[in-house]
C-alpha cells in the first residue's frame, strides 16, 4: 500500500536545466487511441496480434485502450494544465493508408489534422512519431519488415505524412526503438507480428535500418526547418563479473541492443566486429545500401528505462551471452522487473552524445511502472515520483558535465495499453480507469507539472477532476 510520505523535489526545478531545455510526455498510437477499426482505420500487426490467446496478459487488447481518438481534446486540456508544453505521439499507419500503400483515408488525416490543431491551439508542440510498432497487417501478409519493398511502402507512407502534417509539425522522428520491433517481433516472437528466428530478424534489421534514413531525407526534403530524429532503446550493460568471458559477454550485447541500429546512420556500418554473428546480414545487403543508410538526424532520441547485468552463456545460441533477470539481483525493480538504475541514463547520455556525428540528443522516453492504488479520488505514487526525480538528476549531471542533452519526455501521460503486458503495467503521471475512462492525476503527475512550473502552487488533483 502507498505511504503518505512526500517526495522531496526542492533540490530540482526544471529551471535548473535551462530555459530553452523540452519538457514533454511520450505516447504511441495503438497503446491510447483505441477506435481500431472506426471510420475507415484498417488492420495492424497489433490489432491481429492480440487476436491469438496467450499473446497478451489476461487476453487484452488495444481496441478501446484510453479511447484518445475520443478524448483527444480532454486529455489535451489536461496536459496544458498541467504545463506540459510538448506532447510526443505517433501516427498510426493504417489510419492513414488502411492497407498500407495505395488509397489514403481522409478519416484518418482529418483525425491527426483535430490533434494536432488543438495542441497549437492549446500552446503544446506536436513531436510526431512517424512509426511506433503498428504496421499495416496488409503488408506484414506480404513479408512485412523482411521484404525489401517495405522501403518503397515506408517511403511513400512517410511521404503522405509529410506532406499532409509537415506545415504544423516541425518535429518529426522516424522510428521507434528499431532493436525492439524487430527483436521482440521478428527474433522472439513476443510481439506482433510474432515471428521468430535469424532469418526474419536479420533482413527485418536492415531494412529498418535502411528506413530510419529513407524517412530522415523525406522529411528534410519536404518539411522546410524540420527537427528530424529517431529513436532509440538503450541500457547500460554491465558484465555480472570481471571474468574475460563476461566482459565479452557486455560488449556483444551491448552491440546488439545499443549500437546496432546508430552506428549504421552514421556510416560506421553494423557493429559485425563485435556480434559475429551479424555479418550474416550480408545477404541482404544491396549495392549502395551502407550509404543509404546514412542519414544526418538533427537529434537522437534516447529512451532509457534501465540497466542490464549480462554473463557469458553457453546455452544462448549466437550470442553465448544471457542477461541476468533483475529479480535474481535483489535489487529494487518496477513491475516490468526492470532494475531501477538512475546512472544508466547518464551513461547513455554520455555513450551517445560520444559519438561524432551526433548532433544532439533528447531523452525521449524515461519513467516508470509501479502498483498504483486509487483511493479517496488520490493515487499516492510515491515511488514513481523518486524515479523520475532521480533519473533527472542523471540528466541534469549531463548536461553539467557539458553532453548535448536537449530535452527530456516522461512516459507516459496516461496509464496505457503495454503490449504483450496489457494494462497491468500502469506508466502514467494520469490514472485511468480504464471501465469508466476516468482520469486522475496522480501525486507523480502533480509533482511533474509543478517541477515544470515551479513559481505556481498546483490545485489538487480533485480541483483538476473537477475542471475537466
Ligand atoms: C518502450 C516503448 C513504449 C513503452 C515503454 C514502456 O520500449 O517504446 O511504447 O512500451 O517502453
Not at 243 to 257: C, M, P, Q, V, Y
Request: hydrophobic share 35%.
Amino acid at each position: 500500500m502507498p505511504n503518505d510520505n512526500k517526495p522531496s523535489h526542492k533540490d530540482l526545478k526544471a529551471l535548473d536545466f535551462s530555459s530553452d531545455f523540452i519538457w514533454g510526455v511520450s505516447t504511441a498510437a495503438y497503446q491510447i487511441e483505441g477506435a481500431y477499426s472506426e471510420e475507415g482505420k484498417g488492420t495492424s500487426i497489433w490489432d491481429q496480434f492480440v487476436l491469438k490467446k496467450g499473446n497478451i496478459y489476461a487476453g487484452q487488447h488495444g481496441r478501446v485502450a484510453c479511447d484518445f481518438y475520443h478524448r483527444y481534446k480532454e486529455d489535451i486540456l489536461l496536459m496544458k494544465a498541467m504545463n506540459i508544453k510538448n506532447f510526443r505521439f505517433s501516427l498510426s499507419w493504417t489510419r492513414i493508408l488502411p492497407n498500407g500503400t495505395g488509397e489514403i483515408n481522409s478519416h484518418g488525416l482529418e483525425f491527426y489534422d483535430r490533434v494536432i490543431d488543438f495542441c497549437l491551439e492549446c500552446g503544446i508542440t506536436p513531436w510526431v512519431t512517424l512509426y511506433h510498432w503498428d504496421l499495416p497487417q496488409a503488408l506484414e501478409e506480404k513479408g512485412g519488415w523482411t521484404n525489401r519493398e517495405v522501403l518503397n511502402w515506408f517511403e511513400n507512407y512517410a511521404l503522405v505524412c509529410a506532406k499532409h502534417f509537415g506545415d504544423r509539425v516541425k518535429n518529426w522522428m522516424v522510428l521507434n526503438e528499431p532493436m525492439v520491433f524487430t527483436g521482440a517481433g521478428y527474433f522472439l516472437g513476443v510481439h506482433a507480428p510474432g515471428r521468430k528466428g535469424l532469418k526474419n530478424f536479420l533482413p527485418a534489421v536492415h531494412h529498418a535500418t535502411l528506413c530510419q534514413a529513407i524517412g530522415g531525407k523525406v522529411l528534410r526534403k519536404i518539411v522546410s526547418e524540420a527537427h528530424i530524429g529517431t529513436t532509440f532503446s538503450c541500457s547500460q550493460i554491465t558484465p555480472f563479473s570481471k571474468s574475460s568471458r563476461n566482459i565479452r559477454a557486455a560488449e556483444k550485447a551491448d552491440a546488439l541492443l545499443n549500437r546496432l541500429f546508430i552506428e549504421p546512420s552514421l556510416g560506421l556500418g553494423y557493429p559485425t566486429e563485435s556480434v559475429s554473428i551479424l555479418k550474416r546480414i550480408e545477404k541482404y545487403i544491396q549495392p549502395g545500401d551502407i550509404e543509404k543508410s546514412v542519414f544526418d538526424f538533427d537529434f537522437i532520441g534516447i529512451q532509457n528505462y534501465t540497466r542490464e547485468v549480462v554473463k557469458h552463456s553457453f546455452t544462448v545460441p549466437y550470442l553465448r551471452a544471457k542477461i541476468v533477470k533483475a529479480t535474481e539481483r535483489n535489487v529494487q525493480t518496477t513491475l516490468m522487473d526492470w532494475e531501477v538504475y538512475p546512472p544508466s541514463i547518464y551513461e547513455m547520455i554520455s555513450k551517445f552524445d560520444a559519438y561524432e556525428g551526433v548532433q544532439k540528443i533528447i531523452v525521449t522516453e524515461n519513467g516508470s511502472a509501479f502498483e498504483d492504488y486509487l483511493e479517496n479520488g488520490k493515487v499516492v505514487d510515491v515511488e514513481r515520483t523518486q524515479f523520475l526525480q532521480n533519473y533527472l538528476k542523471q540528466v541534469q549531471r549531463a548536461k553539467s558535465d557539458g553532453h548535448n542533452i536537449a530535452g527530456y519526455f516522461v512516459w507516459t501521460f496516461t496509464d496505457n495499453f503495454e503490449w504483450a503486458e496489457g494494462y497491468h503495467p500502469r506508466f502514467g503521471l494520469v490514472h485511468i480507469n480504464f471501465e469508466t475512462q476516468k482520469r486522475t492525476i496522480k501525486s507523480s503527475g502533480k509533482w511533474y507539472s509543478q517541477f515544470l512550473r515551479p513559481t505556481v502552487a498546483l490545485t489538487d488533483s480533485e480541483n483538476f477532476s473537477r475542471e475537466f
